[in-house]
């Protein structure tokens, strides 16, 4: 089964930066730091949003995990995603993700934890292309 993800961006007025909605309605701005290339600083650069992106598609896959494991008192409390970028022009050569998680006892959150990293759509996709490290921080 496959299926289509689509996201549409327009101007915001003169400013450069743009207004992306998803097909469901949601929003976000896309923009470069102030006086960068044009940007007003109104939104996320391209990084950001990658970063965005893992770690919000993993905080997601947790809580479907949770889900299957019933597990009703699951808590994401804190998930930090990082991409680290070189070159030039850059490109990102790595990803990292950490997360504390709270609700049962430790190894009912390590599996959790564990499904959800071999169930993430976006770092299954992007790990041909540069490394993800997912790591479980202590409750």
């Known amino acids: 089964m496959s299926r289509s ?3 549409s961006f327009s101007a915001i007025g003169e400013t ?6 998803s097909a469901g309605g949601h929003t976000l701005v896309a923009d470069r730091p102030p006086g960068t290339d044009g940007g007003s600083g109104l939104g996320f650069n391209g990084g950001e949003l990658l970063a965005a992106s893992l770690g919000g598609c993993f905080w997601n896959d947790l809580h479907y995990a949770a889900d299957a494991a019933t597990v009703p008192a699951f808590q994401v409390e804190r998930l930090e995603a ?4 070189a070159g030039n022009p850059a ?3 790595r990803a990292q993700i950490a997360v504390k998680l709270s609700g049962t006892d430790a190894a009912t ?5 564990d ?3 071999e169930d ?4 299954n996709s992007l790990r041909p292309a540069f490394p993800i490290t997912f790591r479980l921080l202590e409750t």
């Open 120 to 123: 993430s759509t976006i770092a």
């Open 5 to 7: 993800i689509s996201f």
């Open 16 to 21: 450069g930066a743009g207004l992306g909605r």
């Open 91 to 93: 490109r990102v050569i």
């Open 115 to 117: 499904a959800a990293c």
């Open 82 to 85: 990082r991409v680290d970028l």
């Open 109 to 113: 959150l390590a599996r959790i934890f």
